[in-house]
């Protein structure tokens, strides 16, 4: 008798958590493995695309964010982390989700726009004010006695833009003479006195210590600085040539897959190209690919030639293993 | 504890059991995780990574530093130690609290903490750099950072020692007729010895896996100072899994090698 009340009892019990766990799946989840510069931007953008989907579907969607070095969350999305998109900064650390876990597929940055980069940014320089350096170009920063900040491409995914941006202005002003180009970079290092190991690391040094004459950064973080700053420490000088960084963006299968969640991650990524993200993503600094909205925020953004990793170094695989491998370019300067 | 009689203490098994267990779960697993990755190398892999040049002279930097931060910190955390326990003085226990801090402190803050104050512009920085001294962004700088979080070790395994030592005997030296240097040559350092060797070995052992503090202050100029955690790190940027615990499969056989020295140096010293 108590036996089978005992096990009604269970049966009770299990009833409400199944039906517990089907209310409960109503409320989706999404997480968004960013890298450190877009917090801000996805703050304002989840809000917005929950309101979205709401109105859509009619579901609830919470969003969640994790955020760190863009290496980093990548290889802790390899290692396990239930990201259902990664937001980072450069293609190689999706490439990596793709070739060393089989997360997606190798052709992911086809499935969307624009490279996958539904908003851009470029490098450009933050100098003291009064710039007492005269810096107008990527040539003043090779000068002897200039002290350049920007942190070391082998540990920070951000820095390897800066570093092809300068290789890229080299090879132009060269006749695409890669000895002479590398000859550049090198002595653009020579002038760097400090190679933190990440970007925030860079600001600190430049904005905080007062050390350096240039902060080589990315444009939306220099612009946000400057923001902060109100024009009372620091100028922004665009160079004449730079590079165009895609940060780029992606669902991951495998982990949408198990989590059911392939509709709703696919759309939160469609929707950064909608008008209303794109403004988002302009408030915040980042250039937006919509013509329309990128006209409306021309202000904001200083003029400057741009060229991207695919024109100039064939894609980030190969410039990641030309350049930043073991024994590439860049540790070919400083061992001779 | 010999085998034929049983111990005094009862629970003598499913202590040692769960003393084996428990090792095996927190330290010896994810230890040998770093022999089964480094295994998907072949020799002449292995012996590439762990020999190149940056690599190499990241080594010299990291064991050098470590070493002289372990040594500095054997000389002075013995002398803070012997103040704390000998002397009573006004706010002796706010300076023994002190000793702690390197512990507490995230190490991140403890770099950026030192950087500050021993960059140019910095407290510190300010008064030195006009005289051509440089500490931050030097192998000095990693120094500095290595001697920081290294202290608390020497003066916490010191301080017990010293307290428990009797002054009677120093006393006993000094009516016998032992001049003062004689009394600490010979009564107080034999006495503490292997204790200090201990801290200096876990001061040491500490630094060479510090990376925290020491990546802000050392500016991580590649051949010139460049720790060898921070090549690690970087083996992991490029997704170089293997190779990056080929790297740290040197830092702890070196690290398990000079601590085994150690202990051997100090049942040496103990049973002398």
């Known amino acids: 008798m108590k036996i089978q009340k005992a096990i009604k009892y269970v049966g009770v019990g299990l009833l409400a958590t199944l039906a517990g766990s089907t209310a409960g799946a109503k409320t989706l989840t999404l997480l968004n493995a960013s890298y450190d510069p877009t917090r801000e931007l996805y703050q304002e953008y989840n809000a917005a695309f929950a309101k979205h989907w709401k109105a859509q579907t009619g579901e609830e969607v919470a969003i969640r964010q994790s955020h760190g070095g863009s290496g980093k969350q990548a290889r802790a999305v390899i290692d396990g982390l239930e990201a259902d998109v990664v937001t980072l900064a450069l293609a190689y650390d999706i490439d990596a989700l793709s070739a060393k876990a089989k997360l997606l597929p190798a052709d992911w940055q086809q499935r969307l726009p624009d490279n996958s980069a539904p908003f851009t940014s470029t490098i450009v320089f933050l100098v003291r004010k009064g710039n007492p350096k005269a810096v107008k170009d990527w040539d003043d920063l090779v000068k002897p006695g200039l002290a350049v900040i920007t942190p070391n491409p082998k540990t920070s995914g951000g820095a390897r833009w800066n570093y092809l941006a300068a290789w890229a202005y080299a090879l132009k002003h060269n006749g695409n003479d890669e000895a002479k180009a590398k000859d550049f970079v090198a002595r653009l290092y020579k002038n760097v006195p400090v190679l933190d190991s990440g970007a925030r690391g860079s600001t600190t040094t430049f904005v905080q210590r007062g050390i350096g004459d240039v902060l080589l950064a990315w444009e939306n973080e220099a612009l946000l600085a400057l923001k902060e700053d109100g024009g009372q420490e620091f100028v922004l000088v665009a160079p004449s040539l730079s590079i165009l960084a895609e940060p780029p963006v992606a669902v991951v299968d495998k982990v949408v897959e198990r989590r059911g969640t392939q509709a709703v991650a696919g759309e939160y990524l469609k929707y950064l190209y909608s008008d209303e993200a794109q403004a988002i993503a ?8 919509n013509a329309a909205v990128a006209a409306k925020f021309s202000a904001q953004f200083p003029k400057l030639a741009l060229v991207t990793i695919d024109e100039v170094f064939g894609g980030w695989k190969k410039a990641q293993e030309a350049h930043f491998s073991d024994g590439g370019v860049f540790d070919q300067i400083f061992v001779k | 504890m010999s085998s034929g009689k049983s111990n005094v203490l009862p629970g003598f098994r499913l202590a040692l059991g769960f003393t084996l267990l428990y090792l095996s779960l927190i330290v010896l697993i994810p230890l040998s995780a770093i022999f089964v990755k480094t295994a998907t190398l072949t020799w002449a892999q292995f012996w590439g990574t762990i020999t190149s040049a940056r690599v190499l002279a990241s080594y010299r930097l990291s064991f050098g530093m470590s070493a002289l931060a372990a040594l500095i910190n054997g000389v002075f955390g013995l002398l ?3 103040v704390l326990v000998r002397y009573r003085f006004p706010g002796r226990k706010i300076a023994d609290a002190f000793v702690d801090l390197p512990f507490a402190l995230p190490t991140a803050v403890a770099g950026i903490a030192l950087t500050a104050i021993y960059s140019k512009h910095g407290w510190v920085g300010s008064l030195l ?3 051509g001294i440089k500490l931050a962004f030097t192998h000095w700088g990693v120094l500095i950072a290595l001697v920081f979080i290294g202290l608390p070790f020497v003066v916490r395994t010191v301080q017990p ?18 001049s003062r240097w004689q009394t600490i040559t010979r009564i107080v350092l034999p006495a503490i010895g292997p204790a200090l060797l201990t801290g200096i070995a876990l001061s040491f052992a500490r630094a060479i896996g510090e990376y925290g503090s020491v990546i802000f202050i050392s500016g991580n100029t590649p051949l010139k100072t460049e720790i060898t955690p921070l090549l690690i790190v970087m083996k992991l940027e490029e997704y170089d899994y293997a190779a990056a615990t080929a790297i740290a499969l040197v830092l702890l056989v070196a690290s398990f090698a000079l601590l085994f020295l150690i202990n051997v140096l100090q049942a040496w010293s103990a049973r002398r």
Do not use: M, N, Q, T
Request: glycine share 4%; net charge negative; no cysteine.
């Open chain 2, 161 to 178: 020692v010293l307290e428990d030592l009797d002054r009677d005997v120093e006393e006993a030296a000094a009516s016998l007729g032992a």
């Open chain 1, 282 to 289: 302009a408030k915040h600094f980042y250039r937006p690919r």
């Open chain 2, 80 to 82: 803070v130690a012997w």
């Open chain 2, 129 to 131: 750099e006009p005289h």
